[in-house]
């Protein structure tokens, strides 16, 4: 592979904003992570791919502090985690909203748990929910929205705590196609102009070369990482580019090749 | 479309009255009134006041009951579905009890505590407070995972994810138990009203039982099923505007 | 629960609540409460009287059969009111409401009707147990699988075939949950029925317990009871497992 530099070790001059060392995670006899590190840049995206079972969700919730590691340990910004905390927020596959709480209600939630008054968060919380796209929605119910639209508040709610790091689990797995293809555009915008560090789970391939900046390849039993992809040309060449990009597609046909004898 | 099913129901409750007041006229037994003579006897009984004592009389140990086992219902089932231990320790009993023909216990309830107040609240409270604590308890317990989650990773104390998350998102179940508690509830008060002493609408039943004024007793009957029926059905009513968008997916009896 | 590591089963909180009861047996606070060894000998010598083998013979032949009326009649009900919409729209308001009706105010009017004996006892305990069984029946039919429908008729299955290979397995899982829930209310009006008619099965009994303040005995038949009632409706939990596996597949 000429085009993308294959390189385990710390790569570019980017410095950490996450790193996870050593991580090992056993469920009673069965050891869902092994011995796991990883480096993820400040600023960019990176993915955790890999086929079901590999243990990127259990590597996130570990980031996030929601689950506490077997052995190794989690730092951001040189920090050891020792539980959930301010300076990361997370996105929910299943997008985990409050369903008798309208839209601003949820978007505020992470603000309120800080203790800010209400005027003030909801002012936050509007303003980002107007980021997402969801203007005028406000005072919805969650049950009222459609798939994607649930997830943009989602999204703005972890935006409105102003975390420098955003975990999300599969968010749009649960989203249809077309929605999927318009929110990863999105988030590029996103890594773009909010200067914040991303780590994404995904089990789609071409999720995770569009979107990523790295990219960790998990494999399983035990999980490990297998391989670590820095697409390094098309990102420049605009969103509607990328698709047709020779060296975009060359990574997607990589990662199948390595992927293809774990996929049951 | 919407009148369809309006005359429908119409057309079904003639035909059982209907069916009623043929099998009256017949007559089928000389214990079966017709329709309207038992309506006849309602209204009858509506006007000179029977049925506002009766029902003053009935409702007493009805609502006492119901508001302690809610009260008491609701703690405990709140107390189960949190901790570990509480489950362990009070989950068998409201199980079995859920299972069990409480009412065997109205004759060993009399003996200990007489034939007053006391009794008529204690039946209803048996038969009542069980499903409330099984489903506070188990609303509690299925709260979603990811909800739970997504309050610790948004850093709230363990109090806030119990104030603002667990209720709320069990509250329909909740809900639900109270009013499967309140159907118990009616079924208590009036067995204890049959069992222990006749008062209030079991004592127009046995009584007219006793004297052969089987169109009141039919009335009697009448009014309280009515009575149940519709308030069950407010309750209802006021169940799905109350939560209407939240999950559902529980059912329990 | 755990304790020292090891995983307390389910219902072990029972014996902690047994010794509770034989202390504030043995403590004589109230004459209500003997201490449950009492009770628990009591039972071995009740159980081998003839009148409570009468009684537990005559509610098991009035439950056995209000039971198989319950079961008889509610699922064909069910079944035709889930297929034919007229027929539905008919019954379902009746079905709910006495689904629940406090079905106790009934009883007098079967005792007038039927006479204070057998008859009006299994029909308490089959309007207990009939209405859930309809209901069920109902919904098994309608949430059958448009799909399952459309599959049997393109590889030309009779009406016959389809309603026995088909239909009714797909119903199967919510037909049985209905009948455990009828089963367990069937339980509750049999002896609803039976305290409200004193003079047969159990309800006689209550009776000269109480008129002969023979607590031990009373407790003794209380257990009795409510051990069967339990385990009956855990068989047929069971049993519901067993049989509904693929009810969360379809």
Known sequence: MAMSQIDPVVIDNAESAVSTRNISKNYGDVEALRDLSLEFPRGQLTSLLGPSGCGKTTLLKIIAGLLEPTSGEVEVNGKTVTGPGPDRAFVFQDFALLPWASVIRNVAFGLEMRGMGKSEREDIAAKYIKEVGLGGFEHSYPHELSGGMRQRVGLARALSVDAEVLLMDEPFS???EQTR????????????????????????????????????LLLPRPSRVHEIIRPSN??????????????????????????????? | MANRALYLKFLSAVLLFGAWEVAGRIPVSFAFPTFLESMGALFRMIGDGTMATAYAETLRPLVVGVAISAFLGIA??????????????????????????????????????????????????????????????????????????????????????????????????????????????????????????????????????????????????????????????????????????????YVSD | MTLFGYRLPGMSSLILWGLLWEFVGQSGMTFFVPPLSEVLSTLFEVVQTAAFQKA??????????????????????????????????????????????????????????????????IITTTLFGIWIIILNSRAGVKQINRSLVEMAHSFGASPLDAFFKIYFWAALPEILGGVRIGIIRA??????????????GFGALFELYSANFLMAHFWAVLIVLFALAFTISEFLAYLERRVSYYAAKR
């Open chain 1, 174 to 176: 649960a989203v249809d």
């Open chain 1, 181 to 216: 293809r318009k929110f990863q555009e999105d988030l590029l915008a996103l890594v773009q102009n909010e200067n914040k560090t991303f780590i994404f789970v995904t089990h789609s391939i071409e999720e995770a070369v569009y979107v990523s900046d790295q990219i960790a």
């Open chain 1, 234 to 264: 098309f990102r420049s060449k605009g969103v509607d580019n990328i698709r047709r990009d020779p060296e975009y597609l060359d990574i997607v046909d990589e990662i199948w090749a390595s992927l293809r004898t774990y996929v049951e």
């Open chain 2, 76 to 249: 405990i089932g709140l107390w189960v579905g949190l901790s570990s231990f509480f489950e362990w320790l009070f989950s068998p009993i409201f199980i079995v009890m859920q299972a069990a023909p409480l009412a065997a216990l109205i004759p060993l309830l009399v003996l200990a505590y007489g034939i007053g107040l006391t009794s008529k609240v204690l039946v209803v409270c048996i038969m009542a407070m069980p499903v409330i604590v099984l489903n506070t308890a188990g609303a509690v317990r299925n709260t979603p995972e990811s909800m739970k989650e997504m309050g610790k990773a948004f850093l709230a104390t363990d109090l806030a994810i119990i104030l603002k998350i667990v209720i709320p998102a069990a509250s329909p179940v909740i809900f639900a138990g109270l009013r499967l508690g309140i159907s118990a509830g009616f079924i208590g008060a009036i067995l204890a009203e049959l069992k222990i002493t006749p008062t209030g609408v079991g004592d127009i039943i046995t009584y007219s039982r006793s004297i052969a004024d089987y169109p009141s007793m039919y009335a009697a009957i009448f009014s309280i099923i009515l009575l149940a029926v519709l308030f069950l059905n407010l309750l209802e009513k006021i169940e799905t505007v109350l939560f209407k968008g939240n999950q559902r997916g």
């Open chain 3, 56 to 121: 537990l013979y005559e509610t098991t032949y009035a439950f056995l059969a209000g039971v198989f009326f319950a079961i008889a009649i509610g699922i064909p009900v069910g079944i035709l009111m889930g297929k034919n919409r007229l027929l539905d729209e008919l019954l379902l308001p009746w079905v709910n409401v006495f689904l629940s009706a406090p079905l106790t105010a009934l009883v007098p009017v079967l005792m007038v009707l039927f006479g204070f004996g057998m008859k009006a006892i």
């Open chain 3, 187 to 200: 339980v509750k009006g049999v002896i609803i029925g039976q305290l409200l008619i004193s003079i047969v």
